[in-house]
């Protein structure tokens, strides 16, 4: 993750992502669903600083921006993720944090999750600097399935409950745009919808890192995939009208990320995903809102 410190304050660049590769294999006995994912890591960023209190105090939360999605209270993931490593630790100091959101909520993006490695990050640096990153992964995967894969810094795979994470190797600059329309979808719900929908022809992720490493944009985009879009679509009546609206922009390929709403567009090049995205800006709706990124 991108960082730094002046002073007191250390401040934290809490990356999104999008899943080019998503296959659902089942539900497990502990109630999670057996998963395959790629994810990158894209330059839309929350930010969130760190200060470290009295030697003996609380952990204080603030936020700007995020709405009332974001909680305030013990039920935020960053507090809790910081209460995790505190109590992991054995730390009574306290400490603020404050998040300025700008990943949008319910949107397949994992800003929650990547706000809650920044988090451990933070608390690392702060108060355990002789761990390597990697020894969080429990606390990570504690926290959420998709926190694990922002403990690494480029594209992932993920299997397991997301718990088991590979890094991809061959790894080509993507550029995209980001549509996130005003709604948002609860993720369990489209979960519960998934394997009721699923034709169970299961995919393969390395067909999507093959094409990764050979490169070409035609080949990378036939390859995109995402099990979650059929329940997404049976629940959510706007979908196929939202996914229109990328489709008609000439964009290489269209999917949704993770379990939605957020959709993205893959682009020709930087230039590309500007114009799609300021032909888009020309007809927003209210909260809706259009990015453009780049891995």
């Not at 660049?13 to 999670?32: C, I, Q, T």
């Not at 790894?171 to 549509?179: A, Q, T």
């Not at 032909?279 to 453009?292: A, C, D, I, M």
């Amino acid at each position: 993750m991108y960082h730094f410190q002046s002073d007191k304050i250390l401040t934290v660049l809490a990356p999104a992502k999008l899943n080019l590769f998503f296959e659902v294999h089942g539900k497990r006995s502990d109630g999670f669903h057996e998963i395959t994912s790629l994810a990158v890591p894209i330059r839309l960023f929350d930010i969130l600083t760190f200060e470290l209190l009295a030697e003996s105090g609380n952990v204080k939360f603030s936020c700007l921006g995020g709405g009332d999605d974001v909680p305030l209270d013990n039920n935020n993931i960053v507090v809790r993720a910081l209460e995790l490593f505190r109590k992991r630790y054995g730390i009574t100091q306290g400490i603020r944090a404050r998040l300025f959101k700008r990943i949008p909520s319910q949107a397949g993006l994992g800003g929650g999750s990547s706000d809650a490695v920044a988090a451990l990050f933070a608390a690392r640096k702060f108060w355990a600097p002789s761990i390597v990153l990697g020894d969080l992964a429990p606390i990570a995967s504690e926290l959420g399935s998709d926190c694990p894969l922002f403990l690494y810094d480029g594209a992932t795979i993920a299997c397991g409950r997301g718990e088991k994470i590979e890094a991809v190797s061959h790894m080509p600059k993507l550029h995209f745009v980001l549509f996130k329309p005003a709604e948002g979808l609860s993720t369990s719900a489209v979960y519960a919808k998934c394997m009721r929908t699923h034709d169970k022809k299961f995919r393969d992720v390395f067909e999507v890192t093959d094409s990764l490493a050979k490169g070409g944009l035609k080949r990378i985009g036939a390859q995109l995939f995402n099990r979650l879009e059929t329940p997404a679509s049976e629940i959510w009546r706007r979908f196929d009208e939202v996914k229109r609206r990328l489709e008609q922009l000439d964009c290489i390929a269209v999917k949704m990320s993770g379990s939605g709403t957020a959709f993205y567009g893959l682009c020709h090049n930087a230039r590309h995903s500007r114009h799609v995205a300021a032909k888009l800006r020309h007809s927003l709706r209210r909260n809706e809102t259009v990015y453009n990124v780049e891995s």
